[in-house]
């Protein structure tokens, strides 16, 4: 559910505000390339018109990083809060801000993405060129750079910067068509015709990872989905997180089935 927006109005004192809110992860100085962009810029300007904020579990070393490139003075690091604080206070950026961890390939959506798009606000994310979050910025039409690449990030920046004094950064013109996409009840749907068509492409659990029968379901047949467990032939014993993850699945389906009984 979004939340209620506050106005943001452009007035000659204020600057161009870019909040990352959560907890940052990826190593010990995962924004190291955004600071030395930053600094690069300041460097450059001498008047940069950024109030940049980080909200949430940050490294240890991140003021100090900050005080080191000499952004003290347009960079702040807030205390952990509630989650709809939180939420709140990224409300209040023209600008939201993803860091993901440099990789070649990045498999991880994370939430905090998805949560922006409810705030209605542009979103720049440092993610690596491949992945769901680059996938996701693409469809946004949002800019990404790699988080270890201050250059492109720089670049970045600049153009931020310039859209800021010509009016202010933009939502983009596909922004509200993927928060459509991202609906909870929209999501469900979507998972649940993944789910059918598990159900309806096999009935033999070994082809969707499970190498060995649950024990608790009688004659070897889920009651609740009617999906066999019979495990493939000289198969290992399951693993911990194989049962447990083929449990969820046989709740889920239950539940969903549950429902539509009623």
């Known amino acids: 559910r979004a939340l209620p927006m506050r106005p943001v109005t452009r007035g000659e004192k204020r600057k161009l505000k870019i909040v990352h809110a ?37 490294p240890e070393t991140m003021q100090q990083d900050i005080v080191a490139s000499g952004l003290q003075d347009i960079t702040s690091v807030s205390a952990p809060c509630a989650w709809s604080e939180s939420l709140a206070i990224a409300s209040t950026a ?21 949560e922006y798009l409810a705030l209605d606000r542009p979103i ?4 690596p060129d491949l992945g769901a979050t680059a996938n996701l910025m693409r469809d946004l039409g949002y800019r990404t750079a790699p988080p270890d690449d201050p250059a492109k990030i720089a670049i970045c920046l600049e153009r931020m910067i310039q859209e800021w004094r ?38 033999d659990v070994s082809t969707i990872g499970l190498s060995a ?16 467990m019979t495990p493939a032939k ?22 969903v089935g549950d429902k539509e009984s009623k």
């Open 94 to 114: 023209d600008v939201l801000l993803v860091i993901d961890r440099q990789a070649e390939l990045n498999v991880f959506l994370p939430s905090k993405a998805v």
């Open 166 to 203: 010509a009016g202010g950064v933009k939502l983009s013109q596909s922004h509200a068509g993927v928060v459509e996409r991202y609906k909870a009840s929209r999501v469900a749907m979507t998972f649940t015709k993944m789910l059918r068509s598990v159900i309806e492409t096999t009935r």
């Open 124 to 127: 720049f994310a440092l993610t």
């Open 213 to 228: 029968p649950l024990t608790y379901a009688p004659a070897n047949v889920d009651a609740g989905t009617g999906l066999a």
């Open 22 to 58: 959560g907890s940052l992860y990826g190593g010990r100085r995962p924004a190291s390339g955004l600071l030395e962009a930053l600094a690069q810029l300041n460097r450059k300007d001498g008047n940069l018109p950024i109030e940049l904020q980080f909200v949430g579990h940050n």
């Open 234 to 255: 000289n198969a290992a014993p399951p693993t911990m997180d194989e049962t447990a993850t083929y449990r969820a699945l046989l709740s889920i389906l239950r539940a």
